[in-house]
């Protein structure tokens, strides 16, 4: 149904003066405005003299000259609600003139704190220059110019076809999620990091950011990689730093490439201004090589270039060492051997057996868009490394051949090439989509902008890469097209042969497109890491938040350098690709989850206004991305996945607490709830019974916790895992102590965390003591997780008090456990029980099991003996038959379990007085009214006690049955006596009282 919002209007009609303040003039401080009222009689001014002005202005003020910003606001209805919510008006006013700042990439930032800021004017990029440009720069370079062609020769047209598809639909559908976050609010300026941080919570965020820093990291060092392939392979194609020689190529990438890095680092640290005035500098290269391409395909069509590859037999050969593609040559009639014959072929005219058998001939290496190519080049055509480039459909002698022949001019496969390593290779070229809205500070409308130019960027780069793909293999031969570096063409690259008017367009615009990229990528991964560290979730990062008085991130930068020289060293533009696949694949895993989840969840606050988006599509996204990591490489994939869950793990124990308000906490949430319906449906066995604790503290005069060591023997007893709650009560009434009894919340959370005990804090304030402990006795918990035995203290020194308060509270405190069916623990002498950084080595605890009541008193020496600030250390229980006093001697480091029934018949008999010790255990209501009653029992307690003192004197801690409360409350004066006779002389003891069910089986 629809739902009608009103905006009360409080314009001022009376003057101008407020008028002018509502259009944003200055505006009194809130303590003034807000100012509470003491005297009618003295807040009153002069002003104020007549009724109708008393009625019309809501705030009394005593200051003649301050502005009344609020009279005639018609707000005196909501005069006392003022100091914590706002007038609409002005909210919406703030939400209007609401500005976005950049945040990162800045020349000039803003001076710190203590320094008058300078007043920075917002850029306004529209969805052309702001979004779609940067995403187009990105996402096309170094791979569509050095490995496209190559990757079209391995794995066929079809094969591309499919690679392509799948990383262009992976991109597609984590776009349109990026578009769902960005239109679900306003876009923080901090970018792809800032919208994935506040989505998914700061744990997931600051793995995820981490991922996407190293992601960036690692793209820088593969441009800077193909920049320098580039350069000694088409520009100076005769490095002299190493001699040649097989591992030449890779220490001459690393020499260059070190420098490049350095020289790259230098332009970034001096200013990024360079580098913002050359992004179109090197986007037209981008552009201008793409035309060239285009336009070499048609001319194709027309007239193909001249470029050709000589075949030995069907293999093809590097013709950068020889110029004639023959054996002889006739020069004025006299037959000669060309440079090719004396490469094969010794002085003494013995020549290679496959040269001799082979004739060399020579094919086109663009045979055309017309020349039908196409059909050869459907289908893959992998192989192991150090194999020759075959023409399949070539003629060929085949010769036994004792070893390869790598001195010989020879094309061969580098790398060993399968599928899923074309995959890894292949993806860094689409990763460009964040590139859009990491300039969201600077778009004019960037709930707008990011989704439109994002998408286009992506279905126009999608298109150029399909019809590259399928251009390439009609237009080129296959055996050329499997050539990575274009040996077999003079060194040109593939794609240059085919740009239209000369190879050089290719050779230029690729590197500085690389150069460009590799800036581009130095420059914003240290503003990443920047704001990663700025936000405080790792703590160790905390230095590289600082930088240059201008905010430039200097120590990020030399941390991002040091990274991208790893990359570099490796030497191999192949092996980088796929590692920063799995850093983006990973990055983009979560950004379709945090979408997902959201929607799945419902939460309030995720309400995406792009009308394209559908929980199903971040699905789909989510699991193409986590199919796409192990089909690049499932090794890699799985080291990705530990390094972001260390992270996560790290952040959550050590970093700083955050609160973004994500869509985990709502996914914790949902399935907390679908667990407690759960724990209800079914009713719980005796094999899951476990101490469910509620703890009932007391708080002194300054809302600290009275008895720590309650807390401390609960963290032992907690072995068994379960439920703590740990409560207190306060006299008087919440309005009066309410935030007394929040700063009491506290006081217990600081100590059990102290004492590294998990469990929720409550403080409830009542008319007395008695009525809040019935109320979390009754009420604590929720659902299934309800507690089941309650822990507290004995009163000390009001047990024999006659009518005291702290005795009548226990006694009832005793009933209302009973009446609930709930176990009772009470611990006497609570300070003196050991911390948990005390280790007893020696001592025993006796368990004086009198009756039945459900196994409490078995269970919780086990519960104890789990602890590592275990009471006693290997205690074994014995059987419920009585021991000799021999056995009991012989195994003094054993739980004591004594079955007093026996001997106190036996003392009974002895003594010939027909008592019995259960007679404590079962009183009556009638009990009160017999004063022999009251004799025998209290003489049972002292028997008692003598044997518990002769038996228990120094264990270290003894458990003893409680008896129950009589149900008249005229006897609780004996029932209290009792007790302090039967636990008088022990140190540590502690009163157990079953809640009427069975808590151990001695059944598996």
Aim: with cysteine.
């Amino acid at each position: 149904m629809p739902i009608n919002f009103t905006v009360v209007p409080v314009e001022d009609v009376e003057g101008d003066g407020d008028s002018e303040a509502v259009a944003g003039g200055s505006r009194p401080p809130l303590g003034k405005i807000f100012r509470k009222e003491d005297n009618d009689e003295n807040s009153q001014g002069p002003h104020l003299e007549d009724d109708s002005q008393k009625e019309s202005s809501p705030f009394i003020n005593t200051d003649d000259e301050e502005e009344h910003y609020y009279e005639g606001k018609n707000m005196a209805l909501f005069e006392e609600e003022m100091d914590s919510n706002p007038m609409v008006s002005s909210l919406l006013n703030k939400l209007a003139n609401y500005t976005n700042l950049t945040q990162g990439v800045r020349e000039h930032e803003e001076a710190e704190d203590g320094v008058r800021r300078v007043a920075v004017k917002v850029p306004q990029m529209g969805t052309f220059i702001g979004v779609y440009l940067p995403c187009m720069q990105n996402i096309l370079g170094v791979i569509l110019f050095l490995r496209l062609t190559w990757i079209v020769g391995t794995a066929g047209i079809l094969g591309t076809f499919a690679i392509v598809s799948m990383c262009c639909i992976c991109t597609l559908l984590t776009a349109i999620s990026m578009s769902a976050i960005a239109t679900n609010g306003v876009v923080p300026a901090g970018g792809s990091y800032y919208m994935i941080s506040r989505s998914l919570g700061p744990e997931f965020g600051g793995a995820v950011g981490l991922c996407f820093y190293l992601g960036t990291t690692f793209a820088g060092s593969m441009y800077i990689l193909g920049t320098i392939e580039i350069l000694l392979i088409y520009i100076i194609p005769n490095p002299t730093v190493f001699p040649e020689s097989e591992s030449s190529m890779s220490n001459n990438m690393r020499v260059y490439g070190t420098c490049c890095l350095l020289l790259m680092a230098l332009v970034v640290f001096v200013g990024v201004k360079y580098v913002n005035k050359l992004a179109l500098v090197f986007l037209a290269c981008v552009v201008l090589s793409i035309m060239a391409t285009y336009a070499g395909v048609i001319k194709t069509a027309i007239e193909p270039p001249e470029f050709n590859v000589c075949l030995l037999g069907n293999r093809s050969l590097n013709n950068k060492m020889f110029e004639i593609c023959a054996k002889t040559v006739s020069v004025k009639n006299v037959t000669e051997f060309t440079k090719l014959w004396g490469i094969f072929c010794k002085p003494n005219a013995t020549c290679d057996d496959y040269f001799d058998l082979n004739n060399l001939t020579e094919i086109p290496a663009v045979p055309g868009l017309l020349s039908g190519v196409i059909k050869d080049n459907l289908w893959g055509d992998y192989g192991p490394a150090g194999t020759y480039l075959e023409r399949k459909s070539q003629p060929s002698v085949q010769v036994q051949e004792a070893s390869s022949h790598m001195d010989k001019p020879y094309v061969f496969n580098d790398i060993a090439t399968y599928f899923t390593l074309l995959v890894g290779i292949y993806f860094p070229s689409v990763t460009g989509i964040m590139a859009g809205s990491n300039r969201s500070g600077d778009l004019r409308d960037a709930q707008r902008s990011i989704p439109i130019g994002t998408i286009m960027a992506i279905l126009t780069t999608s298109f150029l890469y399909i019809s590259c793909v399928v251009l390439f293999g009609a237009c080129i031969e296959g055996v050329v097209l499997r050539d990575k570096f274009g040996y077999s063409v003079k060194n040109n690259p593939v794609i240059g042969i085919l740009a239209w008017p000369s190879p050089w367009v290719i050779v230029i615009g690729s590197f500085f497109s690389c150069c460009g990229a590799g800036l581009q990528s130095l420059t914003g991964a240290p503003r990443l890491l920047q704001a990663i560290a700025r936000d405080g979730i790792i703590p160790f990062l905390q230095v590289f938040g600082h930088g240059k008085a201008n905010g430039e991130p200097t120590w990020a930068l030399l941390l991002t350098v040091g990274i991208c020289e790893i990359g570099i060293l490796i030497a191999s533009l192949d092996a980088v690709a796929p590692i920063l696949s799995m850093f983006f694949l990973m990055c983009y895993l979560f950004v379709n989850l945090a979408c997902a989840v959201q929607t799945l969840l419902r939460t309030p606050n995720w309400r995406p206004r792009f009308k394209f988006y559908h929980w199903t599509l971040s699905f789909l996204g989510m699991s193409l991305c986590l199919s796409l990591m192990f089909v690049c490489s499932w090794y890699y994939a799985l080291v990705a996945m530990v390094i972001a869950g260390c992270l996560y793990k790290y952040i959550e124990y050590r970093g700083a607490v955050k609160e973004w308000g994500d869509g985990i906490r709502g996914l914790s949430l949902n399935a907390a709830r679908y667990a407690l319906i759960r724990l209800e449906e079914v009713p719980l066995h005796t094999k899951n019974w476990r101490p469910q604790l509620l703890v009932l503290c007391k708080l002194d005069s300054e809302l600290g916790v009275k008895h720590p060591r309650l807390l401390t023997f609960t963290s032992q007893l907690k072995a068994g895992k379960g439920l703590t709650i740990v409560s207190s009560v306060l006299e008087g009434t919440y309005m009066t102590r309410g935030n007394e009894a929040k700063a009491g919340e506290k006081n217990l959370k600081a100590a059990m965390a102290a004492e590294k005990m998990k469990g929720f804090s409550h403080v409830v304030v009542s008319s007395n003591l008695r009525d809040g402990f019935s109320l979390l006795i009754q009420s604590a918990g929720l659902g299934g997780m309800k507690h089941n035995a309650v822990l507290m203290a004995w009163p000390a020194g009001g047990g024999l008090v006659h009518d005291s308060l702290a005795r009548r509270n226990f006694i009832e405190t005793v009933r209302e456990t009973t009446a609930a069916q709930q176990a009772l623990l009470v611990a006497k002498n609570i300070d003196h029980f050991p911390s948990n950084q005390d280790r007893l080595t020696e001592g025993t605890i006796d368990v004086w099991w009198i009756v039945h009541d459900g196994g409490m008193l078995m269970l919780l020496p086990f519960l104890l003996s789990q602890h590592k600030a275990q009471l006693i250390h290997d205690r074994n229980t014995a059987s419920h038959s009585t021991t000799n006093e021999r056995d009991a001697k012989a195994t003094t480091d054993r739980v004591h379990m004594t079955w007093t029934k026996d001997k106190l018949v036996n003392e009974r008999n002895r003594h010939r007085e027909g008592l019995g010790v259960k007679d404590i255990f079962n009183m009556r209501p009638e009990w009160e009214n017999l004063n022999q009653t009251n004799v025998r029992r209290m003489h049972t307690a002292v028997k008692l006690n003598e044997v518990v003192l002769k038996k228990s004197r120094k264990s270290q801690l003894v458990l003893l049955n409680m008896p129950g409360p009589p149900k008249n409350k005229k006897g609780d004066d004996n029932y209290m006596e009792f007790l302090e006779v039967l636990m008088d002389g022990l140190d540590r003891v502690l009163l157990v009282r079953g809640g009427g069910r069975e808590v151990i089986t001695i059944y598996s």
